[in-house]
T-cell receptor, first 116, second 117 residues
Framework: AQKITQTQPGMFVQEKEAVTLDCTYD???????LFWYKQPSSGEMIFLIY??????QNATEGRYSLNFQKARKSANLVISASQLGDSAMYFC?????????????FGSGTRLQVQP | GAVVSQHPSWVICKSGTSVKIECRSL??????MFWYRQFPKQSLMLMAT?????????EQGVEKDKFLINHASLTLSTLTVTSAHPEDSSFYIC?????????????FGPGTRLTVT
């Protein structure tokens, strides 16, 4: 079974509008972390936001917020006030376990295109 | 924040030759590093976990004799693609965990684009 599922291969959004990128996950480990990364055409992985499984509040980082619904096992990324520079691939990822010493499992990604 | 570098950023080699890719943590010591591979328009797939001073742990389906990993120091892990073939052409990315072990502190290198002709 897929551990991380991103069902939107591609998304379009108008500049200055908000967009939600979907991510669902599957784990039986009570301790886990959820990540979102942005990958522009250069290939570098840019960390956006992190949510721990025990965090009570949704994570926010500037224009990025994570809509964490634990019971539904979803961790959607919300980008507010989209900018042209937000056009890129976006990956949701999960690390299982309570330490930072394990690898991430990535979803298939969503290509976001911001239109002027 | 912490920085991870990779060298080279891109490389072209002939089929049958070997290529070494370096991953360095520049301002911290990393006991564990990870190597991922990303084919065009696909996601990152974990290849192996590199542990300083011990053997790497390979994911299922990854040939350990073809993808040699050496984590000789706390700041350097190398991936050597031996007897490269065109199907090994891919984007290779390493990452390292900050030794504090905080759940969110995993840093990625900029990646190495390998083309085998």
């Amino acid at each position: 079974a897929q551990k991380i599922t991103q069902t939107q291969p591609g998304m379009f959004v108008q500049e200055k509008e908000a967009v939600t990128l979907d991510c669902t996950y599957d784990t039986s480990d009570p301790s886990y972390g959820l990540f979102w990364y942005k990958q522009p055409s250069s290939g570098e992985m840019i960390f956006l936001i992190y949510q721990g499984s025990y965090d009570q509040q949704n994570a926010t980082e500037g224009r990025y917020s994570l809509n964490f619904q634990k019971a539904r096992k979803s961790a959607n990324l919300v980008i507010s006030a989209s900018q042209l520079g937000d056009s890129a691939m976006y990956f949701c990822a999960m690390r299982e376990g309570g330490t930072g010493r394990r690898a991430l499992t990535f979803g298939s990604g969503t290509r976001l295109q911001v239109q002027p | 924040g912490a920085v991870v570098s990779q060298h080279p950023s891109w490389v072209i080699c002939k089929s049958g030759t070997s290529v070494k890719i370096e991953c360095r943590s520049l301002d911290f010591q990393a006991t564990t590093m990870f190597w991922y591979r990303q084919f065009p328009k696909q996601s990152l797939m974990l290849m192996a976990t590199s542990n300083e001073g011990s053997k790497a742990t390979y994911e299922q389906g990854v040939e350990k004799d073809k993808f040699l990993i050496n984590h000789a120091s706390l700041t350097l892990s190398t991936l050597t693609v031996t007897s490269a073939h065109p199907e090994d052409s891919s984007f290779y990315i390493c990452s390292a965990n900050h030794p504090s072990g905080s759940s969110y502190e995993q840093y990625f290198g900029p990646g190495t684009r390998l083309t085998v002709t």
